[in-house]
C-alpha cells in the first residue's frame, strides 16, 4: 500500500538536515517495526518569517520513520502525532488526517480532511498524466515492461462517490494504471509566473502546499464487470459536461467510456508533513472542500501573450519549444510500492518544477528538476535502473492561453492540436551549479530550488534521452529521433506569433477534414495494440490509425507524413518567414 513507501519518509532526513541543532533530545531513525540505535539531536518545526520561510518540507517514500518527545513535532506517519503544543495534529496516515488548527508550529495548516482535499482536485482537474505498462521496442528484451506515458482528459462525477472517466476509442482493459494531477494547472493567470493557487497567496508549483496527486488502479471499458453501476450514463453526462466539445467527436471512430478504478491509496501532497495517503473508501465517501493555500506569496498578474508554436511538422522543434516553455513536468517511474494484479511493479507520476535553459537561444532540450533522497520518484528510479518519463502539456503554457484564460488557445485538451510531449530515458545527476541562476529565474517564488535545494539531502538531475514522442496534429503520435531533437538550432528556430494564426487554422481545418472524412482514427499511444489474452501488455508505443475504406487494419501514419513533408518545403519556407 502508499502507506508503507510513500507516507513522510522525509522526517527521517529532516532529523539529519543540517542546520538542525544537537541536543540532549533523543532520537530514534528506523525502518519499519525494526528502529535503529538512537541518536541525540534536537528538532524543532521551522520557523516562519513571512515573505521569506524556510525551505519547504518535501515528500518521502515513508521508508523511515522516527520517534521522539512528541512536543518537538513529528510522528512517524502511521498514527496521529503532535505539533508543538500537541493542537494541530497531522495524520492517522489513512487518508483522513487533519492538518491541523495552526497553532501547533505550522503556520500554513488547515482542519480539511486530506480526502475532502483529494475530491476537490480531482473534480476540478480536466486533464491529467496517465501512465501504463507497455512493451518499449527499444528494449532488447521482449519482457522487459516499460512506462508508457500521454496526456488525456478526464471527468469526476461529484453525485457519484467521485468515480473517475474516460473517453476513449475502442474497448481498452488497462491493469496497471495511474493518473497523477496538479493544482498548478488549475489557474492559468499564474502559469507565466510559474504559480499555483491565487495571485493572494501563491507558491511554485513543486512547493507543498501545491496540490498534487496520483491515483493508482485500473482502465476499463462501461461493460466490463469491474466498473460500477450505470458507467456509460453516468460517465457520459460527466464527461460531457466537463468536455462539451467530446459530443460531437465522430461517432464511427467508436469512442466508449472508461472507468478508472482505484485499487490502491491515492498519494497526495497539499502541505507541509509529506505525501498522504487517502483510501479509496475515504475519498469517494468524502465532501469536496477547496483546498486554498495558505502563506503563498501575493503577486500581480498580467494579460496572456499568446504565441503560436512552431508549425506541427517541425516535429523537434516543437518539441523543444514545449519542453523549454513547460515550467513544470509530470516525473514517471515504476513503483517499488504497488502491484498490478499480474504482480508487475505499478507506474507512479509526481509533479516537479523544471527548468530549461534561461533562454529559448540557450536550451538545451534536456529539463532540469530536483528531488530529495527520500523522494518517492528519487526511491523508485533507484531501484529501476533510473528509468523514467517527463510527461509535457500545452495545456500548462502561458504561451498557450487565450485572452480570456481558456488553455492551448481554447482547444480541448484532448484534442491533438494541443501538442504533448514525452521524453522516456535515463535519469542522470546534473552536475552543474548553473541551476542557481536557472530556478532564480523562472521559480522565484521556490528560493531553495535555486539555494541547493530543501533542507533535507538530494540532487539536481537531468535526463538522457532514448526516445521522444509528440502529438501536436492529427495523425497520431510522431516519434523525433533524439538527435534532431537534441541539434535543433535555437538561434534559428523562430516561433510563429499571432500574425500566422490563420495559417494553423488552415490547418487544423484539414486536420478536422482528415479525421472525419477519410476514415481515420486516431489513439492514444498505449491504446494502439490490445492483447485480449494479457491486457497490461501493449503492443506499440506509437499512435497509429486504422484504415477502414480498404480493410487493411491498422497502419501507421508516419509512411504518409515521409510521403509528404518534402513536397511541403516551399510552404514550409513561406510559414517560417
Known amino acids: 500500500m502508499l502507506v508503507s513507501l510513500k507516507a513522510f519518509a522525509f522526517v527521517a532526513a529532516v532529523l539529519a538536515a543540517p542546520g538542525f541543532a544537537q541536543s540532549d533530545h533523543e532520537s530514534v ?3 519499519g517495526d525494526q528502529p535503529a540505535a538512537a541518536n541525540s539531536g534536537a528538532y524543532a518545526p521551522p520557523a516562519y518569517t513571512p515573505p521569506a520561510f524556510t525551505p519547504p518540507h518535501e515528500n518521502g517514500d515513508g521508508q523511515h520513520q522516527y520517534q521522539h518527545d512528541p512536543s518537538a513535532g513529528h510522528g512517524d506517519g502511521e498514527h496521529q502525532h503532535q505539533h508543538g503544543d500537541g493542537k494541530g495534529q497531522h495524520g492517522d496516515g489513512k487518508g483522513q488526517h487533519q492538518h491541523g488548527d495552526g497553532k501547533g508550529g505550522n503556520p500554513f495548516a488547515d482542519s480539511v480532511p486530506s480526502a475532502s482535499t483529494a475530491r476537490w482536485l480531482m473534480e476540478q482537474s480536466t486533464w491529467g498524466t496517465v501512465n501504463t505498462i507497455g512493451k518499449n521496442p527499444l528494449m532488447k528484451d521482449d519482457d522487459n515492461d516499460s512506462l508508457v506515458s500521454n496526456t488525456l482528459p478526464f ?4 453525485s457519484e462517490k467521485g468515480r473517475i472517466f474516460l473517453y476513449l476509442m475502442g474497448e481498452s482493459h488497462l491493469h496497471g494504471a495511474s493518473l497523477t494531477i496538479s493544482q498548478a494547472a488549475l489557474n492559468s493567470e499564474l502559469f507565466a509566473k510559474s504559480a499555483c493557487g491565487s495571485a493572494d497567496s501563491a507558491v511554485d508549483p513543486q512547493d507543498p502546499r501545491c496540490g498534487k496527486l496520483t491515483v493508482q488502479g485500473s482502465i476499463h471499458p462501461c461493460n466490463d464487470q469491474l466498473v460500477g453501476a450505470n458507467c456509460d450514463e453516468v460517465g457520459r453526462a460527466a464527461l460531457f459536461e466537463k468536455h462539451p466539445s467530446m459530443k460531437d467527436w465522430p461517432e464511427d471512430h467508436d469512442f466508449q467510456v472508461h472507468e478508472f478504478i482505484i485499487t490502491e491509496d491515492i498519494w497526495m501532497i497539499a502541505n507541509f508533513g509529506g505525501g498522504t495517503p487517502v483510501t479509496p473508501a475515504d475519498y469517494a465517501n468524502a465532501t469536496s472542500v477547496e483546498h486554498k493555500i495558505k502563506g503563498g506569496d501575493k503577486i500581480s498578474v498580467s494579460a496572456a501573450k499568446e504565441a503560436v508554436p512552431p508549425a506541427w511538422y517541425r516535429h523537434p522543434v516543437r518539441a523543444r519549444w514545449i519542453v523549454h516553455h513547460s515550467h513544470w513536468a509530470t516525473i ?8 498490478d494484479d499480474e504482480g508487475k511493479d505499478m507506474p507512479f507520476g509526481n509533479i516537479r518544477s523544471i527548468v530549461d535553459g534561461m533562454d529559448w537561444e540557450s536550451s538545451a532540450g534536456t529539463p532540469v528538476f530536483y528531488l530529495p533522497d527520500v523522494d518517492p520518484t528519487a526511491v523508485d528510479m533507484k531501484k529501476h535502473g533510473g528509468q523514467i518519463v517527463l510527461t509535457f502539456s500545452e495545456a500548462g503554457l502561458a504561451e498557450r492561453v487565450s485572452a480570456d484564460g481558456s488553455v492551448c488557445s481554447g482547444q480541448e485538451v484532448g484534442n491533438p492540436t494541443c501538442g504533448q510531449v514525452t521524453l522516456y530515458g535515463t535519469v542522470v545527476e546534473y552536475k552543474s551549479t548553473n541551476y542557481e541562476k536557472l530556478f532564480k529565474k523562472f521559480h522565484p517564488l521556490a528560493e531553495w530550488l535555486a539555494e541547493g535545494g530543501s533542507h533535507m539531502s538530494g540532487s539536481y538531475y537531468t535526463i538522457e534521452i532514448n526516445r521522444i514522442m509528440i502529438l501536436d496534429f492529427f495523425g497520431g503520435f510522431h516519434e523525433v529521433p533524439v538527435e534532431a531533437y537534441l541539434n535543433v538550432d535555437t ?14 487554422s488552415i490547418l487544423v481545418a484539414i486536420g478536422f477534414l482528415v479525421g472525419c472524412c477519410c476514415g481515420v482514427k486516431f489513439k492514444p499511444s498505449f491504446l494502439s495494440g490490445k492483447d485480449d489474452t494479457n491486457y497490461g501488455q501493449l503492443k506499440d508505443l506509437s499512435l497509429t490509425t486504422e484504415g477502414e475504406s480498404d480493410g487493411s487494419g491498422s497502419i501507421e501514419m508516419d509512411h504518409f507524413k515521409d510521403e509528404e513533408e518534402p513536397e511541403m518545403d516551399d510552404f514550409k519556407d513561406e510559414v517560417e518567414q
Open 29 to 31: 531513525i528506523g525502518d
Open 332 to 339: 514517471s517511474t515504476l513503483s517499488i510500492d504497488e502491484k
Open 491 to 504: 538561434s534559428k528556430a523562430g516561433v510563429s506569433m499571432k500574425k500566422d494564426i490563420s495559417v494553423s
Open 155 to 158: 471527468a469526476v462525477s461529484s
